[in-house]
């Protein structure tokens, strides 16, 4: 069975940072590409960022500079460090990654970012 348990959200000002995490369970962590989407209220969902395994990563523009996505493979954990928060950076934060073709998804973890 494959989990993915996100942590890390809450409530930050503008400006500030948080880091969210998520550890997986169920999968060969180091082979897998991992993702990072968020999802405002009444939005889509959106890829927000990528870590393949060898490291190399993509952002979302509206990110670029502000985020890192990073990944332990010790642990099978990725994290998202995010910098410089925005108003517009509120959001679900979901942890994504596909294994035989399915995609998996956590369950969200919610940031708030007040101004």
């Known amino acids: 069975q494959v989990y993915l348990v996100e942590s890390g959200g809450g409530l930050a000002q503008a400006g500030g940072s948080l880091r969210l995490s998520c550890r997986t369970s169920g999968i060969n962590f180091k082979i897998h590409r991992m993702a990072w989407y968020r999802q405002a209220p009444g939005k889509q969902r959106d890829l927000v960022a990528t870590?393949?395994?060898?490291?190399?990563?993509n952002y979302a523009d509206s990110v670029k500079g502000r985020f890192t996505i990073s990944r332990d493979n010790a642990r099978n954990t990725v994290r998202l460090q995010m910098d410089s928060l925005q108003v517009e950076d509120t959001a679900d934060y979901y942890c994504?990654?596909?294994?035989?073709?399915?995609?998996?998804w956590g369950r969200g973890t919610q940031v708030t970012v007040s101004s």
């Open positions: 994504q990654t596909t294994w035989r073709s399915v995609d998996y």
């Open positions: 870590i393949n395994s060898d490291g190399s990563t």
